[in-house]
């Protein structure tokens, strides 16, 4: 009984839509912990919005329905996450700064023994925080998809 009076005065303190959204730190850790896991296949890209800004999941999941439908190999043929095909994670670290509605934050780790160091552009939607841009070794995410 307690405990329902308690969430009835929450939600009366609450604002009306108000949501718990992950901090931009807590929504990448959400993403890159299970990699360290050594049985960890990788994110499903089955529905990319979940992970990345509506234009960015655009252009990834039409790439991906047109690569399928021709029976090609897709513009992204590794771990957008990780920069890689093949990966052992481990050293994770991420470091997030957020600034209004975007947020930038560095992700490190070891894979195979190298260190690798990405930048992760983040923006808040609607939705949450959403991946808007990935600056790896081997180039920029949105570079990939000729996205501005």
Known sequence: MLRRQLAAALLCVLPLGATAQPTPQAFL???YQ??????????????????FAPDLARAIDHDMREA???KEVPTLD???FLDAQDWEISKLSISAKVDGAKATAVVGFENLGKP?????DLIQT????RIADIS???GSLRALYKLP
């Open 29 to 31: 850790e959400s993403i």
């Open 34 to 51: 299970p990699y360290l896991s050594q049985d960890f296949k990788g994110q499903s890209y089955t529905h990319v919005d979940r992970f």
């Open 68 to 70: 399928a439908r021709l």
């Open 78 to 80: 590794g771990d957008p």
């Open 116 to 120: 690798v160091r990405l930048s992760v």
């Open 126 to 129: 609607p939705v949450g925080w």
């Open 136 to 138: 790896a070794p081997s």
